[in-house]
């Protein structure tokens, strides 16, 4: 069973630019998260779809953070401008079910901002 | 607020003991919990999860324990190898809520 896929691995960026990551999750896993993992802490929850519904992005920086999931399969998330503090590692999660319960995570696409 | 935490950082073991790694939760009421592993360069990897209504369970070379007197998660690994070094991070979902909150983690090293 083919994982969760995310592109590009590596992004580095001047701050005020604009960047978008790419997540494929594992076939036929209804939700899909997008998490945030600041170096050294855990993951944080930026933004979760159910199908292709937001179901919580209440910890979403609305004002320069985006994501689709259109036809319920991939999503992208976009950053746009980027900011010094959004380097972090960026980590695209899917799960069968709706309950949030046993996520399978993707390798993730490291942000440096410069 | 929500946060689940760990009591140490840092865990340093030698090759063939058996490690701990401990997480206490704040939110009394959490149904689920669930450990992860994270190597170096990749995404967080299942290793064992647990619901409120159980005090243990059983993996292959690990077991989740959960108090909830306390409020206090363990993972035990058995016969720890260098394999096992990474990060390990407990997460828990709050009642009403369909999101894993994660705590900071703790990084295992493993002593030759």
């Known amino acids: 069973e083919a994982g969760v896929a995310q592109s590009p691995r590596y992004k580095i960026i001047e701050k005020r630019q604009s960047v978008a990551f790419w997540c494929n999750p594992i076939s036929g896993h209804a939700t899909l998260y997008w998490y945030q993992q600041i170096l050294g802490q855990g993951p944080k929850l930026l933004i979760q779809f159910q199908n292709n519904g937001v179901v919580d992005d209440s910890q979403l920086p609305k004002d320069r953070f985006s994501a689709e999931r259109l036809k319920g399969v991939d999503s992208t998330l976009k950053i746009q401008p980027a900011k010094l503090e959004d380097s972090a590692v960026y980590l695209c999660?899917?799960?069968?079910?709706?309950?949030?319960?046993?996520?399978?995570f993707g390798s993730g696409t490291q942000l440096s901002v410069l | 607020g929500e946060s689940v935490g760990l009591h140490l950082p840092t865990l340093s073991v030698q090759e063939g003991d058996n490690s701990i790694i401990n997480c206490a939760y704040s939110?009394?009421?959490?149904?689920?919990f669930i450990w992860y592993k994270q190597e170096s360069g990749k995404g967080p990897q299942f290793i064992i999860d647990i619901r409120s209504n159980m005090d243990k369970r059983q993996g292959q070379r690990v077991t989740v324990l959960l108090n909830k007197t306390v409020k206090h998660l363990s993972l035990q690994i058995a016969a720890t190898q260098p394999g096992d070094s990474a990060v390990y991070f407990c997460?828990?979902?709050?009642?009403?809520?369909?999101?894993?909150?994660f705590g900071q983690g703790t990084r295992l090293t493993i002593n030759p």
């Open positions: 997460a828990e979902k709050p009642p009403g809520a369909q999101k894993l909150v």
């Open positions: 939110n009394s009421a959490s149904d689920y």
């Open positions: 999660a899917s799960s069968l079910g709706s309950q949030a319960e046993k996520l399978f």
